[in-house]
C-alpha cells in the first residue's frame, strides 16, 4: 500500500457518460497530480494542484476537469465520455508544489464501451 | 508530448545478468527520475538524480546522468524475476515547468529464471 488510495479501481461506463474519479493522497502531501496511461500516448500529465489550488496544467480535456478539496482529497471529473477515454487513470501525490519524487495511487481502469 | 524516450522498448534477460535501460530528453532539467511499474498497477518511485550529479547507487540500481548529452541510464544488476516490470524516466524541467514529471514511454523488462 503506497499510502495514496483512489477509487474506484475499475469503472465501465457507455459513450455520452459522466463519471467522478477519486484520489486520497498520502498523510502530509499537499500536491497531487492526474495522469492518463494509454498503450498509444503513454503516461499524459493532466492537472497538478497543491493545497487546494490548481499549479499546472498538461494535456487536459474541456470535458474534463478537477478539484482539490480542503482535506486534500481530489476529484477528476470525466464528462461526455468518448471510447478513446479509455485508459487507467493515475493519481499521484507529493510532499510539496515542486516535485522531488512522487507516490502513485494504484490507478481507475476506465472503460468506456 | 514526451520528454524522455527510452531505449530499449523491451528487453530480455536472464536471471543473474545485468540490465541496462537508456533515457534521452530533449530540455534542460532539475533532476531525473526512474519509476518501475508492475503490469497494471501504480508506479513506484526508484531513484532520482538531480541535474549536477553524474552517477547515483541505491541497493542494486545504478543511475548515470550526462547532462551535456541529455541523456540517462539505469543499470540493475545482479537481476532477479521480480525485476520483471516496466522501468520510466521522468524528468522535472528547470524553471517554469518544475511543477510536473515528463515521463518516456518506458522500457520493458523480463528476467527469465
Known amino acids: 500500500d503506497s499510502g495514496v488510495t483512489q477509487t474506484p479501481k475499475h469503472l465501465i461506463t457507455a459513450t455520452g457518460q459522466r463519471v467522478t474519479l477519486r484520489c486520497s493522497p498520502r498523510?502530509?502531501?499537499?500536491?497531487v497530480y492526474w495522469y492518463q496511461q494509454s498503450l498509444d500516448q503513454g503516461l499524459q500529465f493532466l492537472i497538478q494542484?497543491?493545497?487546494?489550488?490548481?499549479?499546472a496544467k498538461g494535456n487536459i480535456l474541456e470535458r474534463f476537469s478537477a478539484q482539490q478539496f480542503p482535506d486534500l482529497h481530489s476529484e477528476l471529473n470525466l464528462s461526455s465520455l468518448e471510447l478513446g477515454d479509455s485508459a487507467l487513470y493515475f493519481c499521484?501525490?507529493?510532499?510539496?508544489?515542486?516535485?522531488?519524487?512522487?507516490?502513485f495511487g494504484s490507478g481507475t481502469r476506465l472503460t468506456v464501451v | 508530448s514526451q520528454q524522455g524516450e527510452e531505449d530499449p522498448q523491451a528487453l530480455s534477460i536472464q536471471e543473474g545478468e545485468n540490465a541496462t535501460m537508456n533515457c534521452s530528453y530533449k530540455?534542460?532539467?532539475?533532476?531525473l527520475q526512474w519509476y518501475r511499474q508492475n503490469s497494471g498497477r501504480g508506479l513506484v518511485h526508484l531513484i532520482l538524480?538531480?541535474?549536477?550529479?553524474r552517477e547515483k547507487h541505491s541497493g542494486r540500481l545504478r543511475v548515470t546522468l550526462d547532462t551535456s548529452k541529455k541523456s540517462s541510464s539505469l543499470l540493475i544488476t545482479a537481476s532477479r524475476a521480480a525485476d520483471t516490470a516496466s522501468y520510466f524516466c521522468?524528468?522535472?524541467?528547470?524553471?517554469?515547468?518544475?511543477?510536473?514529471?515528463?515521463f518516456g514511454k518506458g522500457t520493458l523488462l523480463t528476467v527469465n529464471p
Open positions: 538524480i538531480r541535474s549536477n550529479e
Open positions: 530540455t534542460s532539467i532539475n533532476n
Open positions: 498523510s502530509g502531501d499537499l500536491s
Open positions: 494542484y497543491y493545497n487546494g489550488e490548481e499549479r
Open positions: 499521484a501525490s507529493s510532499v510539496g508544489p515542486i516535485n522531488y519524487g512522487y507516490t
Open positions: 521522468a524528468t522535472q524541467g528547470s524553471g517554469g515547468s518544475n511543477y510536473k514529471l515528463t
